[in-house]
């Protein structure tokens, strides 16, 4: 047992002063300051007993995971599937969390950091840089914040910025070269949309907890259009809710949901808008009026 102990002991001691495992090792003690301003860490402490322990799993949360990786390459894609969220640590101590079926692009420089929205949603909480901007774009917008918290979501139609916390400032981004590009500050509590043609949507006050209901594994509509609550559903299923008829599109809903629970979300329909189940397939579920 003892020659056991001593050639683990041994083994350790060569592992210390590896190359992977001394960055690691950085990179954790970076990661643990910044996310002591979390309250589910608070009270964690890493002894220096448990230093190695500590940076090698973290040496494989980052570098082993598909996608998750810290910035040290010009341009990184990273992309969830329909059934996971993922949470992005950047070099700078900001921190991204992905929802389902989302996909974006990081290229940080000794000057800029900047983030593409791609596809989806996802939640930004920025490290303060006053001399570097934290930017994330979509095809219509570009949101400015030095060190704050906000989500973004994009679809084909438009982009969605709600401030949660501190100050940004929405730019519209638009392919057309006739439109000048126009400015607005949000304040904590404001959702603003851009639509895909660079035109601003009017500013709302929204409830922090709604929009933020997706990391709990929720959808929260309150009192949104029928188009758009049918778009949050179906973008977190490979089932499909269609209503069909255009008599409904003016119609309003409200409802809490468990994400991806489409018989639930179908049966509430069923009965808020009197409609039946018409068909269902594995891609689609049809309904219409009785």
Excluded at 105 to 116: G, L
Aim: net charge positive; aromatic share 6%; with cysteine.
């Amino acid at each position: 047992m003892k020659t056991t102990r001593d050639e683990l002991s041994m083994a350790l001691e060569a592992l210390r002063d590896r190359p992977i495992v001394t960055e690691s090792r950085d990179y954790a003690r970076r990661w643990a300051r910044t996310r002591a301003r979390v309250d589910s860490l608070r009270g964690i402490v890493f002894g220096p007993a448990g230093a190695i322990a500590a940076a090698c799993v973290t040496a494989y949360i980052v570098f082993g995971l598909p996608g998750v990786a810290i910035n040290r390459v010009a341009k990184n894609v990273i992309e969830t599937g329909i059934e996971e969220t993922r949470v992005v640590a950047l070099e700078d101590g900001s921190r991204i969390v992905l929802d389902r079926r989302s996909r974006l692009r990081i290229a940080f420089t000794a000057a800029d950091r900047d983030v593409e929205l791609l596809d989806g949603q996802a939640h930004f909480e920025v490290a303060k840089d006053a001399h570097r901007p934290f930017r994330v774009r979509t095809v219509s917008a570009e949101v400015v914040a030095v060190g704050t918290m906000f989500d973004v979501a994009t679809v084909p139609t438009r982009t969605t910025v709600t401030l949660i916390e501190g100050r940004v400032n929405v730019r519209t981004l638009s392919g057309t070269k006739q439109l000048e590009p126009k400015i607005e500050a949000l304040v904590p509590g404001q959702q603003l949309g851009i639509a895909s043609d660079g035109q601003f949507l009017p500013k709302r006050v929204v409830k922090i907890e709604n929009v933020t209901a997706w990391q709990r594994g929720t959808i929260i509509l309150d009192d949104m259009p029928l188009p758009e609550a049918l778009a949050a559903m179906n973008r977190y299923s490979m089932t499909q809710i269609l209503i069909r008829g255009s008599a409904l599109q003016s119609r309003r809903i409200s409802g809490v949901f468990r994400i991806g629970d489409v018989e639930t979300e179908a049966a509430a329909l069923e009965r808020y808008f009197n409609l039946r189940e018409s068909s269902r397939s594995q891609e689609e579920l049809v309904l219409e009026h009785n």
